[in-house]
Nanobody, 120 residues
Framework: QVQLVESGGGLVQAGGSLRLSCAAS????????MGWFRQAPGKEREFVTA????????MYGDSVKGRFTISRDNAKNTVYLQKNSLKPEDTAVYYC?????????????WGQGTQVTVSS
């Protein structure tokens, strides 16, 4: 059984930082891209960022460019999301995802989500 488990969510003030982690287990993710999505109350799920298996290629949604950084440690089957200069509009449930080259639109696997709340 495939599992993606997020951690690191919580409450932070605007302008602060937070790092999310996503640990993959249950099968090997060799070759898989991994990424993050988010969903705010009353809004559709939004692509945030993704990283290739090798880590050489990253992509970001326009709303987080320059503030968020994705990275991964394949030895630990873990992907990280460093979030800086947080804004109240970053408040959402953040979901980890894994997939192939269409991960931005159609991930194969999802985590259960972790809540991030940014206070003004």
């Amino acid at each position: 059984q495939v599992q993606l488990v997020e951690s690191g969510g919580g409450l932070v003030q605007a302008g602060g930082s937070l790092r999310l982690s996503c640990a993959a287990s249950g099968r090997t993710f060799v070759g898989y891209a991994m990424g993050w999505f988010r969903q705010a109350p009353g809004k559709e799920r939004e692509f945030v960022t993704a990283i290739s298996w090798s880590g050489d290629t990253t992509m970001y949604g326009d709303s987080v460019k320059g503030r968020f950084t994705i990275s991964r440690d394949n030895a630990k089957n873990t992907v990280y999301l460093q979030k800086n200069s947080l804004k109240p509009e970053d408040t959402a449930v953040y979901y980890c995802a894994a997939g192939g080259n269409k991960i931005r639109v159609a991930p194969d696997y999802w985590g259960q989500g972790t809540q991030v709340t940014v206070s003004s």
